[in-house]
């Protein structure tokens, strides 16, 4: 290990690996055309997100939205809220943005980078009331739970860019990964929201995702987690 991969731990998190498949027509003509006004570039530069949404108001953050379909019906819900999602995989937010525009949506934003980087330069701190992960890649091998992105480094980064009374919130369906994410986050600077110190029931606001459906009908539990700064 070298000297900058020590002091920069979160320089080594890469949780996914980035694969652009297969386009549709829809996708392609989204990203082309919704990007302008939908789309955030990574610099150095924060952001003023009451600039950017012409208001003053909540703001959410969801890191890692796939294609989409439960983040959009999270923002239709929610429509005095501003979102800003971030996701790698640019079919996915082709979809996500062909959605988008379709319902006429003006409360959030998306970024196609890397989710660390996002937060490191162009989030503020003490900015955001929320962050959620809903079900990250698991990597289920024992050899490949460095990729997963809830690490201890992570975590306090987040907890940095959230406002006093904000929150993380988790969910997976991987028993091994949710013991991991608690484990992690019971030794971070946020405090446990659960009543029983470990996971919470499902709030009303995160909808039920095809990916959870799934795991349910293999047998997998899913457990939340809300931890608070």
């Given at each position: 290990?070298?000297?900058?991969?020590?002091?920069?731990?979160?320089?080594?998190?890469?949780?996914?690996?980035k694969?652009?498949?297969?386009?549709t027509?829809?996708?392609?003509?989204?990203?082309l055309?919704?990007?302008?006004?939908?789309?955030?570039?990574?610099?150095?530069?924060?952001?003023?997100?009451?600039?950017?949404?012409?208001?003053?108001?909540?703001?959410?953050?969801?890191?890692?939205?796939?294609?989409?379909?439960?983040?959009?019906?999270?923002?239709?819900?929610?429509?005095?809220?501003?979102?800003?999602g971030?996701?790698?995989?640019?079919?996915?937010?082709?979809?996500?943005?062909?959605?988008?525009?379709?319902?006429?949506l003006?409360?959030?934003?998306?970024?196609c980078?890397?989710?660390?980087?996002?937060?490191?330069q162009?989030?503020?701190?003490?900015?955001?009331?929320?962050?959620?992960?809903?079900?990250?890649?698991?990597?289920?091998?024992?050899?490949?739970?460095?990729?997963?992105?809830?690490?201890p480094?992570?975590v306090?980064?987040?907890?940095?860019k959230?406002?006093?009374?904000g929150?993380?919130?988790?969910?997976t369906?991987?028993?091994?990964?949710?013991e991991?994410?608690?484990?992690?986050?019971?030794?971070?600077?946020?405090?446990?929201?659960?009543?029983?110190?470990?996971?919470?029931?499902?709030?009303?606001?995160r909808?039920?995702?095809?990916?959870?459906?799934?795991?349910e009908?293999?047998?997998?539990?899913?457990?939340?987690?809300?931890?608070?700064?």
């Amino acid at each position: 290990m070298n000297a900058t991969e020590t002091h920069n731990p979160l320089r080594r998190i890469k949780s996914f690996v980035k694969r652009e498949g297969r386009f549709t027509p829809a996708q392609s003509k989204a990203l082309l055309e919704s990007w302008p006004f939908y789309g955030l570039e990574c610099s150095n530069d924060k952001i003023d997100p009451q600039r950017i949404f012409g208001r003053a108001s909540p703001l959410i953050i969801e890191i890692g939205f796939g294609m989409g379909a439960s983040f959009l019906e999270t923002i239709e819900k929610m429509p005095e809220t501003n979102f800003i999602g971030i996701e790698v995989h640019r079919p996915g937010v082709g979809a996500f943005l062909h959605q988008a525009q379709q319902k006429g949506l003006t409360n959030v934003r998306v970024y196609c980078h890397d989710a660390v980087e996002i937060l490191k330069q162009p989030i503020p701190d003490n900015s955001v009331d929320k962050v959620c992960i809903f079900f990250p890649d698991p990597w289920p091998k024992t050899r490949h739970h460095k990729r997963r992105l809830i690490q201890p480094a992570l975590v306090e980064l987040i907890a940095a860019k959230l406002k006093v009374g904000g929150c993380l919130h988790l969910a997976t369906d991987w028993e091994n990964y949710a013991e991991h994410m608690l484990s992690v986050l019971q030794a971070s600077s946020l405090k446990n929201a659960s009543a029983s110190g470990d996971y919470v029931p499902r709030p009303e606001t995160r909808p039920l995702t095809k990916y959870e459906q799934r795991g349910e009908r293999l047998g997998h539990v899913v457990r939340d987690l809300v931890f608070v700064k």
